[in-house]
């Protein structure tokens, strides 16, 4: 079976994202890129289910800009098989991202496909559930536990209201969450290895597709700011202001 | 004029408050509100939803396969709802993020995700990178458009004086097989839904252990509040996973948030921000949470937090 694990490139967690003063966007020059980590923890899984024999190939996907090869080459150092890079300048949004996925999917036929459940620039948390969709297969989102037998897999998503397990018939696609694993470390040997892995790159207008940007996003604001709040120097002084606003 | 269709969450019979704070969304985009229950038995949820001021109509749509809110199984079906409908709107839940956007896959259709303000029919307000910028996106008026709706951004439409008709649909729609609901293993708990609760007590890392949560339940029923947690405190196994609060838990705006012990990352305050009062107890006076509580207060939680529930007494 293989697996195909989409990888995408966002800005770092770490960074403290700043919206342009005159609305036009947020300033992501000179800023910090890494893997969305939660795609992080889709291919860590991808590959202990490599390492335990149930995948014999785990491939890397991202749809982004050229300069984005040293991305997918981490996504190699890991550990992953072979990577697909599918070429665009321009952002795409979840629909258009799952239609170019499904072409690859159609192409290579994985028995799993394993995505973030959300990327943490546009927070969407969309183009996994659209995949499975489009393709026709079960789907099981926010997963923190996934055990594979067979043509089955049993997932655990992690819910509103606790922990719900569902069986899926595979192929399907798994949307992971935070606590479904802890990404490993790449090692330096791992990274020069990654440089002779294969990594091919199309076109995302070679793909065919239909595009479904259909939303335009006209402006970019800061949050609201909470207003600067008090420091009481004992519990005395907190029931006295919590009483004041009829809050205890 | 728009005719927005609203997707019901329930679960046991019971509506979930998300549906009602859809409702207040919908009021805002303004048109004619019908509300869809899908499940095995639709009377009890139906009955709840036609109370809610503003809805026009409840739709329901009853079938052995409804009987757990499956993706795979209610997308179908709510696509073929959809028919003449200019607004499919779910609540931003784990149900609504699961489900929405394969119905906006189906219907062909973008899908705005966690709706916290409307411009105008087809332009919204939602957040992105954790909340820290806010955009307004525009989507095409000459399709459905389908979203979800952050729930700590709009207040619960409260009943009316006449219940809305309740008219049974049947769909023809073929389900799959493929999918197949096993088990929900649910923290059962006496205490206010963290969701929907005006008041909430948090814990973190600094409890140090499961036993020592203790105090934050005990602080949390002497002020009638929900208990919620940072991920560190969830992570740590303090904690089940349902009570996360966050960006990637649960994202709440009670009138009163209480945070003991929590640090703040950036992830946690996104999940907190549209509370109304924030109190922070923490031994670190420069943890970020001070940048934004409203009552800060540095000190040993473990001396503290008696003392505040004793004070309260």
């Known amino acids: 079976m293989k697996i195909l694990v989409a990888y995408k490139r966002v800005v770092d967690y770490n960074v403290r994202i700043q919206v342009k003063p005159d609305g036009s966007g947020v300033i992501t020059e000179g800023v910090k890129l890494s893997p969305n980590p939660f795609d992080d923890i889709a291919l860590e899984e991808a590959l202990r289910l490599r390492e335990k024999g149930l995948a014999t190939e785990v491939i890397v996907a991202t749809i982004a800009p050229a300069d984005a090869q040293p991305h997918l080459r981490n996504g190699l150092a890991m550990g992953a098989n072979r990577a697909i890079h599918i070429v665009t300048d321009s952002a795409v949004q979840p629909l258009t991202a799952a239609r170019a996925l499904l072409k690859l999917v159609e192409r290579e036929q994985p028995g799993l496909v394993l995505l973030g459940k959300q990327a943490i620039d546009d927070d969407s948390s969309q183009t996994g559930q659209m995949l499975a969709t489009l393709w026709g297969r079960p789907q099981a989102t926010f997963a923190s536990k996934v055990d594979v037998a067979g043509t089955v897999a049993t997932v655990t998503r992690?819910?509103?209201?606790?922990?719900?397990?569902?069986?899926?018939?595979?192929?399907?696609?798994i949307t992971t969450d935070l606590r479904l694993n802890e990404p490993r470390f790449i090692k330096l040997p791992d990274i020069m290895k990654a440089k002779a892995k294969p990594l091919e790159t199309i076109a995302l207008a070679e793909l065919g597709i239909e595009a479904a940007d259909f939303l335009t996003t006209t402006h970019y604001a800061p949050p609201p700011k909470r207003s600067k709040g008090v420091m009481v120097k004992d519990v005395a002084e907190l029931v006295a202001l919590l009483k004041q606003k009829g809050l205890a | 004029m728009n005719k927005i269709l609203i997707i019901a969450e329930h679960l046991n019979g019971t509506l979930n408050p998300a549906t009602a704070r859809c409702v207040t969304a919908a009021t805002k985009i303004g048109g004619e509100i019908h509300i869809a229950v899908l499940a095995?038995?639709?009377?009890?949820?139906?009955?709840?939803?036609?109370?809610?001021?503003?809805?026009?109509?409840v739709l329901t749509v009853a079938r052995a396969e409804n009987a757990h809110a499956l993706a795979a199984m209610l997308a179908p079906q709510i696509a073929k709802l959809a028919e003449g409908y200019s607004h499919v709107l779910l609540p931003s839940t784990t149900f609504g993020k699961d489900v929405a956007p394969c119905v906006?896959?189906?219907?062909?259709?973008?899908?705005?995700?966690d709706l916290m303000a409307v411009d105008d029919p087809h332009t919204f307000q939602r957040p992105i990178y954790a909340g820290n910028a806010i955009i307004s996106v525009t989507a095409p008026s000459d399709r459905t458009l389908v979203a979800?709706?952050?729930?700590?951004?709009?207040?619960?439409t409260a009943n009316g004086a006449a219940s809305a008709a309740i008219e049974a649909v049947a769909l023809d729609v073929a389900l799959p097989t493929h999918t197949r609901f096993k088990e929900l293993q649910s923290g059962k708990s006496d205490r206010p839904d963290l969701q929907s609760a005006s008041k909430v007590v948090s814990g973190g890392r600094a409890l140090g252990s499961a036993e020592a949560f203790s105090?934050?339940?005990?602080?949390?029923?002497?002020?009638?509040?929900?208990?919620?947690?940072?991920?560190?405190?969830v992570d740590a196994g303090y904690v089940p996973n349902d009570m996360q609060v966050g960006q990637t838990g649960k994202i709440i705006a009670p009138e009163l948030y209480v945070a003991i012990g929590i640090s703040g990352a950036i992830q946690h305050l996104t999940g907190i921000k549209d509370a109304g009062t924030i109190v922070a107890i923490n031994k670190d006076g420069d943890a970020p949470i001070f940048e934004i509580a409203d009552i800060g207060l540095v000190g040993d939680l473990f001396t503290l937090v008696p003392e505040l529930e004793k004070a309260l007494g």
């Open chain 2, 40 to 57: 095995a038995d639709v009377d009890a949820v139906a009955a709840q939803a036609a109370q809610i001021a503003g809805v026009s109509k």
């Open chain 2, 104 to 113: 906006a896959a189906l219907l062909g259709v973008a899908q705005v995700s």
């Open chain 2, 148 to 156: 979800t709706v952050r729930p700590a951004s709009w207040p619960a």
């Open chain 2, 215 to 233: 105090i934050i339940y005990s602080l949390a029923d002497k002020l009638g509040a929900g208990v919620g947690a940072s991920r560190a405190a």
């Open chain 1, 158 to 173: 992690e819910v509103d209201a606790g922990l719900e397990t569902l069986e899926v018939d595979l192929p399907a696609v």
